[in-house]
């Protein structure tokens, strides 16, 4: 993700410590659904146009402690410790590696989660017998499928097989449905994860301009969702212009609108021109994981639904 760079003043500016110097001629304006509090994990080689790196490790590290904090009170008020179950088909080596990831930092927050293996031949309707079994569970308060699965299985049936109140990943049509229509959801983590990168460091969006690269349903689409949508509504937006790229955009329109555009959501490298840009790895992929904790919590406090 970045902010394109217009010298330090801007940068600052955009912190809220010297007047922005943006294109926008519009005048500052408070962004409803804006910052809240400044995040400080940055690292800055002080050289300009050199990008500011917003650290995602440390980021995630911060809201873990604010989720641990939320489960452990959650448990002293008498509550299930929250339980998140995974499902995970087959042996993708990268799905493992992110599951081991969210198993862990569950652990680390102290949610506990079960890993439910199972090889890549299995069958739709036993991978939907599991999903009934855990919607029904009381123990269970959130539940995964690691994607992708396997070509004979449906995604989209999996994912609406599972509750729309345990649906952690968000990826229910209920929950993409309320996404959609601003009202409260449990929203894709990786959504999320941009959100708060963008909200935590107090990169203003309101009435700024936005390129979305990818309009994939899980993570283009809900990131453009939350940044075009109205900070006042039940589930605050961002109120920017969001332009969605994809691979049909053709190459000379892509130039224009990002170089019009105050904030790029894409997975690439623009160091050179980027004001604030988060690393790859420790920055969206941590954040991620985050969000899942926090989405779990929000399954478990039955906040949402
Ligand atoms: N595969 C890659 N990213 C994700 C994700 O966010 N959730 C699930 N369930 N599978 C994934």
Redesign the pocket.
């Known amino acids: 993700m970045t902010v394109p760079a217009r010298g330090f003043s801007l940068l600052r500016g955009r912190l809220g410590r010297v007047p922005a110097l943006g294109r926008s001629t519009a005048p500052p304006v408070r962004a409803p659904g804006g910052p809240r509090s400044a995040f400080r994990g940055f690292r800055s080689s002080g050289v300009r146009h050199e990008a500011i790196i917003i650290s995602g490790t440390e980021m995630a590290k911060h809201i873990q402690k604010e989720i641990k904090q939320g489960v452990e009170s959650w448990i002293s008020l008498g509550n299930r410790r929250p339980h998140l179950s995974?499902i995970l088909v087959g042996d993708n080596p990268?799905?493992k590696t992110?599951v081991r990831n969210k198993i862990r930092a569950a652990s680390a927050v102290g949610i506990c989660s079960e890993l439910i293996l199972k090889p890549k031949d299995v069958s739709q309707e036993e991978l939907l017998d599991i999903t009934d079994q855990l919607n029904m569970d009381p123990r269970v308060s959130g539940i995964?499928?690691?994607?992708?699965l396997p070509d004979h299985v449906d995604e989209r049936t999996i994912?609406n097989g599972i509750s729309p109140e345990k649906d952690v990943?968000g990826?229910h049509i209920i929950n993409i449905g309320r996404l959609c229509l601003d009202q409260h959801s449990l929203i894709?983590?990786?959504a999320s994860a941009v959100w708060e990168i963008i909200t935590r460091t107090g990169i203003q969006t309101f009435g700024k301009n936005v390129v979305v690269a990818g309009r994939s349903k899980?993570?283009g689409m809900p990131i453009a969702m939350l940044l075009h949508t109205d900070g006042e509504h039940e589930r605050p937006g961002g109120d920017a212009t969001v332009t969605i790229a994809h691979r049909y955009t053709p190459k000379e329109q892509l130039k224009i609108h990002t170089q019009l555009a105050d904030i790029i959501i894409v997975a690439a490298a623009v160091k050179k021109k980027a004001g604030f840009i988060t690393p790859v790895p420790g920055g969206v992929g941590p954040m991620?994981v985050a969000m899942?904790l926090k989405n779990t919590l929000l399954a478990a406090k039955k906040i949402i639904y």
């Open positions: 995974i990268a799905s992110y995964l499928v690691q994607l992708p994912c990943d990826f894709p983590a990786t899980n993570v991620t899942l």
